[in-house]
T-cell receptor, first 113, second 109 residues
Framework: SQTIHQWPATLVQPVGSPLSLECTVE??????LYWYRQAAGRGLQLLFY??????ISSEVPQNLSASRPQDRQFILSSKKLLLSDSGFYLC????????????FGSGTQLSVL | RKEVEQDPGPFNVPEGATVAFNCTYS??????FFWYRQDCRKEPKLLMS???SGNEDGRFTAQLNRASQYISLLIRDSKLSDSATYLC??????????FGAGTRLFVKA
């Protein structure tokens, strides 16, 4: 069966510090991969998606970036965090060709102080 | 106007009650519709897809009304374990799925 791993679960970072969140998927090949952010009491906002290694599409301009160095690995990064980057970050995958159904990782609660 | 809107609630219902949530979407080109369940500080989990003909999964029934652009979720015989936030999600056929902010449900003994 397919599983998705995301870490760390919680992170507290000072403003201006770098960020790296990692997500890996097991049990499937060529998944579509996504990064979402959920602010408190709000809906999920799509940040990035990827259909293959090195292929990244950005949905929202910001100081975050994403990379996909391997087929089942997706990384969210920032060089300098802002207070507004705080939130619940969720990695998700979908089957290639069945992209609508999303399966989420357990999320990272990021607090930027 | 948000593309997907939900009543945030909370809905407070006793065990055994029937409760219904609606979700409206603004883009008539939307093609796929879903309900997700999210427990506090956890990831959303797919509850069910929503089809034009309506679909049922145990105590849960989902319906789509394309003419009025809304989807609904009906929960019968509510259980304490149904307490959660229910997110509706809409996809236009691309890679972008739009989520509502969620409706909170509390089921009480």
């Amino acid at each position: 069966s397919q599983t998705i791993h995301q870490w760390p679960a919680t992170l507290v970072q000072p403003v201006g510090s770098p960020l790296s969140l990692e997500c890996t998927v097991e049990g499937t090949s060529n998944p579509n991969l996504y990064w979402y952010r959920q602010a408190a009491g709000r809906g999920l906002q799509l940040l990035f998606y990827s259909v293959g290694i090195g292929q990244i599409s950005s949905e929202v301009p910001q100081n975050l970036s994403a990379s996909r160095p391997q087929d089942r690995q997706f990384i969210l990064s920032s060089k300098k965090l802002l207070l507004s980057d705080s939130g619940f970050y969720l990695c998700a995958w979908s089957v290639r060709g069945g992209r609508e159904k999303l399966f989420f990782g357990s999320g990272t609660q990021l607090s930027v102080l | 106007r948000k593309e997907v809107e939900q009543d945030p609630g909370p809905f407070n219902v006793p065990e055994g009650a029937t409760v219904a949530f609606n979700c409206t979407y603004s883009n008539s080109a939307s093609q796929s519709f879903f309900w997700y369940r999210q427990d506090c500080r956890k990831e959303p989990k797919l509850l069910m897809s929503v089809y034009s003909s309506g679909n049922e999964d145990g105590r849960f029934t989902a319906q789509l009304n394309r003419a009025s652009q809304y989807i609904s979720l009906l929960i019968r015989d509510s259980k304490l374990s149904d307490s959660a936030t229910y997110l509706c999600a809409v996809n236009r056929g691309g890679f972008k799925t739009i989520f509502g902010a969620g409706t909170r449900l509390f089921v009480k003994a």
